[in-house]
């Protein structure tokens, strides 16, 4: 892909800028004509950066979703891995609870069809991250068997549209967490 212009650029960061303020404030249905307006372009130039609201959204989140993949990464060397596999997936519910708009979009990504590209979304690069923290709590019999990474994000994004509302949703969504966990990962005796 060629290297932006300038004012491209500034059009690009600008309108990247106004979509956070505008999903934080309305959720990830955030008007796409208003982000526009709002960051001084047309509907045209909001396009051809982001062609689709998914494109858009996958922008918005993904600085925090690098972050929570390379937390999975530095995690997965540690020995103790349910402590592990916890410890990253509070902080998956925490970011899902509190950034307003990422556990819809986290939803409409594993709803998402064959059509649309699953390898840059945040629930594809959230799944491959978590995976070895999964399997390695899986092997070491800290999970209940069948258990999948799919399956914990997918309780990640209900606990986090449940909680949304809530006065403090990151404690919340960490205590309805813990509850959901101690089902499918017992403490061993």
Known sequence: MPALRADARRNYARLLAVAEE???????????????????VGSATLRRHFP?????????????????????????TGPDTRGAL???LNAVTADA???RGLAIALTRDQAAGPDVAHEHCASAQLTEAGDPLVRRAANDGALAPGVTITDLLTLITGIALATEHHTDPAAEAHRLLGL???GVSPRPN
């Open 180 to 182: 959901a966990m101690a």
């Open 97 to 99: 609870a509190t950034i």
């Open 52 to 76: 689709n609201r998914h494109a858009l959204l996958e922008a918005v989140f993904r600085e925090r979703v690098g972050m929570l993949c390379a937390r999975a990464r530095d995690l997965t």
């Open 22 to 40: 505008a999903i934080a404030a309305h959720g990830p249905d955030a008007s796409l004509e208003q982000i526009a307006r709002t960051a001084g």
């Open 86 to 88: 916890l410890e990253w």
